[in-house]
């Protein structure tokens, strides 16, 4: 007889949530691998360094910032803005000096870090930043474009714009065509990659490398030489004047922070879209410690300086990463990568990383930021900025961004432009420019050009009033009305953003109560006056400023991320609960806030439809059910039945309440699963019930198969609310203890709300519970 043990059937293995996160990480790191070790021996060429200088910044980039730093999915290496600096100190004091100043400019950033400075460091203007990064990545371009054409940069940008005649007219023949195949595999690849599926596995430097290289086999061109590896050389002190050695160190910390925040605030950015990671919000001191420690590290390991950078981040995100491994095994494989393909390595041309590189730097030249900056009106802030970086380097640079911002902000602070138009009934006082106690003496004398009795429009525009313009304006047009007279505030454009100082002082939100702000004087008091005053207000007040945004939804359709579904009691504003605005929920309201479930007799395809449009068509990221104090439905349900029999819509549709009040029943009678408020008892069984219901319709929801799919994947979450109509105060439901805990002002985002299928099964629920979400709420509409 065969033993037990012999006929014991093998399971599968299930896969565990860390496997899952091992192999996510996996899989990004090499992504993240094949882009760096490319990118980074390109951008040691353009610094003039020694090429395994950018290898060494790769790998300590990736495990000693990836380890210590504060933004987990952020890749830190070899990072492009400090080409332009890194080359300057190369040509000046030479390598080994170069690597001093990386080390001395890590001691600054851990300086730095410690005094918990990274969020003032994004203070600078944008357009400072983005001009920054423009005029380096305007230097890279032009120095590259020698190298691409067989030649060396010069240096410095004017010098390499002056020499391009005659390197293009002394160019090597082989190295141009290598460089163009390059750039135009880069520029390329994302459109193929959309085509062929499989090539989204490649990412655009490897394959643009590989067939530069592949293309230039047999050829005789400059590639890559990589000495022998040998024990690091301790840096030496840079010999020349203290201040100019401190200028260096300065530039180098600047730079090198602000690349590393800001890309650490767009790779954040990215995460937060992501609702499958498990990285924790950047703290952005914490990662300017670790870009501290990793360029010590750099530095005495013969590295270049290291930043965090957008492109490897971005890629590591997209690639799936959801801890910090994913980054530090990038770092490793660097590691092996430089230590076992060198051979490999030293088949790649140079023009083809020259041309890596000056793609990489082409692109840092953002047309998107211009128009924003042209926008905000700060286009000479950032000229300045890349001119000044481009003629005299990139420490000068940022300090002309700066005065440049700091003049226009003084001019547009005092020149202020005041005129008085006589128009057919009307006299309108202009005041374009901010209003300053500067301009209350011009102020007053145009107000006095102003006969008593006249209707007078004030337009305003600017965006900032003091108090003491504030106060002479007020002064005014209290004289000006107990003369006979009438005075409007106005816009730039002519719309009317003030009634006279006599009428009403409503808040955005008080247009409601009693409607006495909308309903013109002489109107009588009927709901179609009133419908027709809010509709006028509308067009008056809220139009103006949100016609552009529901423009843009328009032309690019609606792709809210929530699907919000609640009582159609008038007291329960969903916009206002939520502080939403057009786009961000698809609402379903109905008596109760019930969701039949599917296939029953009484189920509503009307809800139902609803559900399987915005899971399956909008692809909403969270689904929330919200119930509310003093709902009739759920006082209808505690005082009659509504047997199967009853014939009024009302009483028919009250009967998909009926599973709630059987719950509330059991919770009751068997004296567990007991449904409670975290800061007071549950005041009544009014109260009690509509709590019930909001989890019990979490269970319906959980019986629709478009549902439950998505909350299995982790790519849906389902979150409880209730919202207390007297205290305006919502509540939010954690499944697991069945309690509802108040939001308050300063809260933080909640993150226990989930669906539990576990908790369900604990507190004897009826419904369909087929699955669990798998993380914290993505995109919630509960907004602390």
């Known amino acids: 007889m065969p033993s037990r043990c012999a006929i014991t059937s093998r399971r599968p293995v299930k896969e565990t949530g860390n496997m899952r996160l091992y192999r996510s990480d996996l899989s990004a790191s090499i992504t993240v691998f094949l882009i760096a070790v490319p990118l980074s021996l390109g951008l040691a060429l353009a610094t003039g360094a020694p090429p395994q200088s950018g290898l060494v910044a790769a790998a300590v980039g990736g495990i000693v910032a990836g380890a210590l730093g504060g933004a987990p999915l952020q890749v830190s290496g070899a990072a492009t803005g400090l080409v332009v600096v890194t080359a300057d100190l190369v040509q000046r004091y030479g390598w080994r000096a170069t690597c001093a100043i990386t080390v001395l400019a890590g001691l600054a950033q851990l300086l730095l870090g410690t005094l918990r400075t990274a969020r003032a460091a994004l203070a600078i203007s944008p357009a400072i930043v983005h001009g920054m990064l423009a005029g380096i990545g305007t230097v890279i371009a032009v120095g590259q474009l020698h190298v691409v054409l067989g030649g060396s940069p010069q240096s410095s940008a004017l010098d390499n714009v002056t020499a391009l005649p005659g390197q293009f007219v002394a160019s090597h023949p082989i190295t141009p065509v290598i460089g163009a195949i390059t750039a135009g595999v880069l520029l390329g690849w994302p459109r193929l990659r959309?085509?062929?599926?499989?090539?989204?596995?490649?990412?655009?430097?490897?394959?643009?490398?590989?067939?530069?290289?592949?293309?230039?086999?047999?050829?005789?061109?400059?590639?890559?030489?990589?000495?022998?590896?040998?024990?690091?050389?301790?840096?030496?002190?840079?010999?020349?004047?203290?201040?100019?050695?401190?200028?260096?160190?300065?530039?180098?910390?600047?730079?090198?922070?602000?690349?590393?925040?800001?890309?650490?605030?767009?790779?954040?950015?990215?995460?937060?879209?992501?609702?499958?990671?498990?990285?924790?919000?950047?703290?952005?001191?914490?990662?300017?410690?670790?870009?501290?420690?990793?360029?010590?590290?750099?530095?005495?390991?013969?590295?270049?300086?290291?930043?965090?950078g957008a492109i490897r981040g971005s890629a590591n995100v997209e690639a799936g990463a959801r801890t910090r491994g994913a980054t530090m095994l990038h770092g490793g494989w660097v590691l092996l990568c430089a230590g076992l393909a060198s051979p490999m390595l030293e088949s790649i041309p140079l023009a083809a990383l020259a041309?890596?590189?000056?793609?990489?730097?082409?692109?840092?030249?953002?047309?998107?930021?211009?128009?924003?900056?042209?926008?905000?009106?700060?286009?000479?802030?950032?000229?300045?900025?890349?001119?000044?970086?481009?003629?005299?380097?990139?420490?000068?640079?940022?300090?002309?961004?700066?005065a440049v911002a700091v003049f226009l902000a003084l001019r547009r602070l005092t020149h202020t432009r005041i005129t008085v138009i006589e128009e057919p009934g009307c006299h309108r006082v202009r005041v374009t420019g901010q209003l300053t106690f500067l301009a209350v003496p011009r102020l007053t004398r145009a107000f006095a050009q102003v006969p008593d009795g006249a209707n007078v429009v004030v337009e305003l525009d600017g965006s900032f009033i003091d108090h003491a313009a504030y106060e002479a304006l007020n002064t005014w047009s209290?004289?000006?009305?107990?003369?006979?007279?009438?005075?409007?505030?106005?816009?730039?454009?002519?719309?009317?953003?003030?009634?006279?100082v006599s009428a009403h002082a409503c808040r955005p939100w008080?247009?409601?109560?009693?409607?006495?702000?909308?309903?013109?004087?002489?109107?009588?008091?009927?709901?179609?006056?009133?419908?027709?005053?809010?509709?006028?207000?509308?067009?008056?007040?809220?139009?103006?400023?949100?016609?552009?945004?529901?423009?843009?939804?328009?032309?690019?359709?609606?792709?809210?991320?929530?699907?919000?579904?609640?009582?159609?009691?008038?007291?329960?504003?969903?916009?206002?609960?939520?502080?939403?605005?057009?786009g961000d929920l698809f609402t379903v309201r109905n008596v109760g806030n019930m969701l039949p479930p599917p296939g029953s007799d009484t189920s509503c395809d009307s809800v139902a439809a609803a559900v399987e449009y915005a899971v399956e068509v909008l692809r909403v990221s969270s689904i929330t059910v919200c119930g509310h104090s003093?709902?009739?439905?759920?006082?209808?349900?505690?005082?009659?039945?509504?047997?199967?029999?009853?014939?009024?819509?009302?009483?028919?549709?009250?009967?998909?309440?009926?599973?709630?009040?059987?719950?509330?029943?059991?919770?009751?009678?068997?004296?567990r699963g007991e449904v409670a408020l975290a800061d007071r008892p549950v005041a009544d069984d009014l109260e009690r019930l509509a709590l019930v219901n909001v989890m019990t319709q979490l269970d319906h929801l959980m019986a629709h198969p478009c549902v439950a799919r998505r909350v299995s994947e982790g790519t849906l979450h389902l979150h409880g609310m209730y919202f207390h109509v007297a205290e305006a105060q919502a509540y939010i439901l954690?499944?697991?203890?069945?309690?509802?805990?108040?939001?308050?002002?300063?809260?933080?985002?909640?993150?226990?709300?989930?669906?539990?299928?576990?908790?369900?099964?604990?507190?004897?629920?009826?419904?369909?519970?087929?699955?669990?979400?798998?993380?914290?709420?993505?995109?919630?509409?509960?907004?602390?």
């Not at 490649?202 to 086999?217: E, H, M, Q």
């Not at 609702?275 to 990793?294: K, M």
């Not at 990489?360 to 998107?368: E, I, P, T």
Request: hydrophobic share 45%.
């Open 194 to 308: 959309g085509r062929v599926g499989w090539l989204g596995t490649v990412p655009a430097p490897l394959a643009a490398v590989a067939l530069a290289t592949a293309a230039s086999a047999g050829q005789s061109m400059p590639r890559v030489d990589l000495p022998d590896w040998s024990a690091p050389v301790l840096p030496a002190l840079p010999e020349g004047p203290v201040l100019g050695v401190a200028a260096a160190v300065l530039t180098v910390t600047l730079v090198a922070s602000m690349e590393s925040l800001l890309s650490a605030v767009a790779v954040d950015t990215l995460r937060a879209k992501r609702p499958a990671s498990h990285a924790p919000p950047a703290d952005l001191d914490r990662e300017l410690l670790g870009q501290g420690a990793a360029n010590v590290a750099s530095g005495l390991l013969g590295g270049l300086p290291i930043a965090g």
């Open 355 to 402: 041309a890596l590189v000056m793609v990489v730097g082409v692109r840092m030249v953002s047309f998107a930021h211009i128009r924003h900056v042209q926008r905000h009106r700060e286009f000479p802030v950032y000229a300045a900025t890349v001119g000044a970086v481009v003629v005299f380097g990139v420490l000068q640079g940022v300090i002309t961004g700066i």
């Open 478 to 500: 209290t004289r000006h009305q107990s003369r006979g007279g009438r005075a409007v505030l106005g816009d730039g454009a002519g719309r009317t953003v003030s009634e006279p």
């Open 510 to 582: 008080t247009p409601w109560r009693n409607h006495h702000c909308t309903r013109p004087a002489a109107a009588p008091v009927t709901s179609g006056g009133q419908l027709l005053g809010g509709l006028s207000a509308f067009q008056r007040n809220t139009a103006p400023l949100v016609r552009e945004e529901l423009a843009r939804l328009a032309r690019e359709g609606q792709s809210p991320g929530q699907l919000f579904l609640t009582c159609a009691d008038s007291r329960l504003v969903t916009s206002m609960i939520t502080s939403s605005g057009p």
């Open 630 to 671: 003093g709902c009739g439905a759920m006082q209808a349900l505690l005082g009659s039945d509504h047997e199967p029999g009853a014939q009024t819509p009302l009483a028919r549709w009250l009967r998909h309440g009926r599973p709630s009040l059987a719950r509330m029943a059991r919770i009751g009678r068997l004296g």
């Open 734 to 784: 954690d499944r697991s203890a069945s309690v509802f805990s108040a939001v308050r002002a300063d809260a933080a985002p909640v993150g226990h709300l989930r669906y539990d299928s576990a908790a369900d099964t604990a507190a004897g629920s009826t419904g369909g519970s087929t699955g669990r979400s798998t993380g914290g709420p993505a995109n919630s509409p509960l907004k602390a």
